[in-house]
């Protein structure tokens, strides 16, 4: 008999768990938008009829599944323009109106002017011609309100955009005027005029829920006349004349409708969230509440009646009651493209076969399946946030749920911990990769949970994205000097491994370039440290001509964004001659934040390369330095956490982040390379998520946020299920970052026409090494990326991809230089692989090698030279910008 085997865990689990739950939240969203939300498709109801505080302030309301816009007196003079708003009521009508007024335009007043004034009519006009007019009729039974109804007060042109009625807490506190009975009397007069009357009488009607009073707090007159249980039943006639019953299957299913009633049966708007959001803390009579609320209830007005009606461009961060634009055919095209090109590879092999002039348009078989997933997790980016698949809501800081989180990260990061055999060497790749990894994660908790608000979590924030730019400047500063290599292929290959991800999204989703700021950032610094050691580059071998050159280019670059004509001229260049629209200012603040910093990364390459070769760490003061560098980091550290902790906020600390930034990134640096336990020793987790950290950055804004990074992404519906929603949402994120990073690093190796290669992030070692102190190793040991293939180093953020050869390596025993130890990654450190010569490209397939050569390199006979491919792409990308169509 054969023993039974133990259970064996499929080696692809993680693979087929996270792509199953892609596809089993992207069928939910289908059924959920199928069966529930097709008659509220844009979120018109979940605006009004529910929601919840997210804050204890009482200044965050979240509508159920939909992100609400904070109106200001712009956005409100754009939607109203010279229209007409007309409220009728009672008191709390007229703090509603006052309210909504004063947030249209903040010169208008926020409440009666003089008690006198209080049962008074009042008119006003914004500043952008728009009119808010309101009448004092707290049982709507006044002859101008008959009139009103009776549409014969006003031509077409003067109809009120919107008409907001309201009334109920009279008829209780008065008996005279016939209580409940009279109020229904009144309502049936009203909604049959409403309903004979529309839509003449107003482009919008809404009427309001009777106030939910607070008792405690009623005077004792009032509190005689007016009761709770008075108030619920009026609201529950208003509900039930405004809304039908229940008429099909699926509406009349409250599990797959908890919140979301039917068509109203009169061209009525109820907004039931009204009453929900009052609390007894914002009242001190029991009737009229706080401006915080009023403010709010305002904001659901001008929300519902104007988010369909502003500009539809990004950022798209509000979703209630208001509809996605429709792609143009350009944008269409784009997206087909994108999306089919791979599978279309795939699926037409045995087409394209016979066919080698339509083939040459098509990646071949080795990087098909890699152009496809791109395309596919670009495809499901755009359905995540351009469509109503998957729902959003808005942002909240909380401290609880952000010190958990933090926690919990690094309890996993710890968790994870593996130690090599040797010393790796000082900032090894494993180290820089866990760098990034970590720092990453913070960042996106703090915008998962818009942390940006606290000063003593903005502050590191801005220090770990100086980190990143450190290690840019560190990085390329060090290839440059070690390889000499200035040609334009490696240009361009880090440039596409920068920005493919982020120009496919900014034509896929309609959005800015500049807004991906990450990508366009580290793509400017590299130009400008390429440009920097280019410059005199045969006398790169001298390091004072070197050091020289970077504070010429510090200066440079210094001047260059102190005179903001600069910018805003070429930025206006861009605009007329390319249709690019970008903010010269937000630009140069982005860059100036952190103006020195990678300036710092290159001299501290520098540094690094001289103690190699002057054998520094062979002085007998060497132990003595390197405890005065750990104890004196030690300290800085400790003194920029409590510089920055002692702002008053952070555009305080933004002031002094471009002079202190180097200061916590140098002593983090010293720490982690302080002996060479701490040196072998690195995250797996960190690890990973630091290989992928770009798309990580990048794919952030629209799949684990959501509303271009405005808000949150939820696929499972109910702001109560968001805790659910964070564990679904990282797998579904983290799975298609290391996809696309993977995808994104093949195709940059197929567009610059090279084999994949790997490149820096670390440094080799020395041929002794006896201290303890930071030092290289010769060699570096990690896990491969899932999913096999190569496994390509990274320069802060990127992939990078190169095939020159390299003078370093002379030094190398023999172990040092052997062949890789498996297919998946290569033996050895990065520099030490800087030598190495790419492999020659496989002919096992003509067809799926480019016949035509359009993507091979221009190295090769039949391939188009590297300079006209990138002429042809910008030429492109040229004629996409001047046929954009603006936004509607």
Not at 26 to 32: D, I, K, M, P, W
Not at 595 to 609: F, R
Request: proline letters at 7%.
């Amino acid at each position: 008999m054969v023993a039974s085997k133990g259970f064996a865990l499929n080696p692809s689990w993680a693979h087929y768990l996270a792509s199953g739950t892609i596809a089993a939240t992207f069928a939910l969203g289908v059924l959920r938008f199928l069966l529930i939300d097709w008659s509220d498709s844009l979120s018109c109801n979940a605006l009004l009829t529910d929601g919840q505080w997210l804050d204890q302030g009482f200044g965050n309301w979240q509508p159920q599944g939909c992100m609400m816009q904070t109106y200001k007196a712009g956005d409100a003079a754009s939607c109203l323009a010279a229209r007409r708003v007309l409220f009728i009521g009672d008191s709390v009508m007229r703090q509603l109106y006052f309210a909504t007024s004063h947030m249209s335009d903040p010169s208008l007043p926020a409440r009666p002017p003089s008690d006198n004034e209080k049962h008074a009519n009042h008119t006003y006009t914004t500043k952008s011609g728009a009119e808010f007019q309101f009448i004092w009729d707290p049982f709507l039974n006044t002859s101008y309100t008959q009139t009103v109804l009776s549409h014969t007060s006003t031509s077409p042109s003067q109809k009120p955009t919107l008409l907001v009625l309201g009334s109920g807490l009279w008829y209780l506190r008065y008996a005279e005027s016939g209580g409940i009975s009279a109020w229904e009397t009144m309502i049936d007069t009203t909604f049959e005029a409403i309903s004979n009357g529309m839509p003449g009488i107003a482009e919008q009607v809404m009427f309001l829920p009777v106030e939910q009073v607070v008792p405690s707090k009623l005077s004792p007159e009032r509190a005689r006349s007016i009761r709770l249980s008075d108030v619920e039943a009026m609201n529950s006639d208003l509900y039930h004349r405004i809304m039908p019953p229940y008429s099909s299957f699926f509406s009349a299913t409250p599990f797959l409708d908890p919140y979301m009633p039917s068509e109203p049966s009169v061209p009525i708007s109820l907004p039931l969230a009204f009453n929900q959001m009052l609390s007894p803390s914002e009242t001190e009579d029991g009737i009229h509440f706080s401006e915080k609320i009023l403010k709010t209830q305002a904001n659901i007005l001008l929300n519902f009646q104007c988010n369909d009606l502003l500009p539809k461009k990004f950022p798209f961060d509000k979703t209630c009651c208001n509809s996605y634009p429709t792609p143009s055919i350009l944008q269409t095209s784009v997206i087909l493209l994108i999306v089919t090109w791979g599978p279309i590879a795939i699926l037409g092999r045995s087409f394209l076969a016979n066919r080698p002039r339509i083939a040459a348009f098509f990646p071949g078989e080795d990087y098909a399946p890699s152009v496809s997933i791109f395309g596919l997790a670009v495809g499901l980016t755009f359905f995540a946030d351009r469509t109503g698949l998957w729902l959003k809501e808005q942002k909240q800081y909380d401290p609880w749920s952000f010190g958990i989180l933090s926690l919990l990260a690094l309890l996993a990061g710890l968790a994870t911990m593996k130690k090599a055999d040797k010393d790796l060497g000082f900032l090894n790749r494993e180290q820089t990769d866990e760098w990034k990894g970590w720092m990453q994660i913070a960042i996106l908790i703090y915008h998962y949970l818009r942390a940006s608000q606290i000063s003593g979590i903005y502050n590191p924030i801005r220090v770990l994205v100086a980190a990143y730019l450190f290690m840019t400047g560190y990085g390329h500063t060090t290839f440059y000097l070690k390889k000499a290599d200035f040609g334009f292929l490696r240009i361009a290959q880090v440039m596409v491994r920068l920005n493919l991800l982020t120009i496919a999204l900014a034509y896929v989703m309609d959005t800015d370039y500049l807004s991906y700021y990450f990508s366009p950032l580290v793509s400017q610094w590299f130009i400008i440290i390429y440009a920097t050691m280019y410059a005199g580059s045969r006398f790169n071998d001298r390091t004072a001509f070197v050091i020289l050159k970077i504070l010429a280019s510090m200066a440079i670059v210094t001047w260059l964004f102190s005179e903001p004509w600069i910018l805003q001229g070429l930025f206006d260049i861009l605009a007329r001659f390319f249709n690019i629209h970008w903010s010269a200012k937000e630009w140069t603040f982005r860059v100036t934040l952190d103006l020195w910093i990678v300036y710092a990364g290159m001299l501290t390459a520098i540094a690094y390369i001289k103690i190699r070769e002057l054998r520094l760490t062979d002085h007998p003061r060497w132990p003595l330095a390197q405890r005065a560098s750990i104890i004196l980091s030690a300290a800085a550290m400790l003194w920029f956490f409590f510089f920055e902790l002692m702002q008053p906020s952070k555009f305080t600390y933004n002031a002094y982040h471009p002079y202190i930034s180097i200061i916590p990134v140098l002593a983090f640096v010293v720490l982690r390379n302080a002996n060479p336990i701490l040196r072998s020793a690195s995250s797996r987790l960190f690890c990973f998520i630091g290989t992928c950290s770009l798309e990580t950055f990048i794919l952030q804004f629209h799949i684990w946020l959501a509303g271009d990074s405005k808000g949150l992404l939820l696929v499972i519906p109910g702001t109560r299920w968001r805790p659910v929603n964070v564990v679904i949402t990282t797998v579904i994120f983290v799975y298609l970052s290391h996809r696309v990073a993977e995808a994104t690093g093949t195709m940059t190796t197929w567009v610059c026409g090279v084999q994949k290669k790997s490149l820096p992030t670390a440094n080799p070692a020395p041929p002794s090494s006896s201290s303890s102190a930071p030092q290289p190793s010769a060699s570096s040991h990690g896990g491969s990326r899932v999913g096999g293939g190569n496994r390509e180093e990274e320069v802060p953020l990127t992939l990078l991809v190169d095939g020159q050869p390299s003078k370093e390596g002379s030094h190398l025993t023999a172990d040092h230089q052997r062949e890789p130890d498996t297919p998946i990654r290569p033996h050895g450190r990065w520099l030490d692989r800087l030598s190495q010569t790419p492999n020659p490209p496989s002919a096992s397939n003509r067809l799926f090698s480019n016949p035509l050569g359009w993507m091979s390199d221009s190295g090769g006979k039949q391939g188009i030279p590297l300079g006209l491919k990138t002429a042809v792409v910008f030429g492109v990308l040229w004629g996409l910008n001047m046929a954009w169509p603006s936004p509607s």
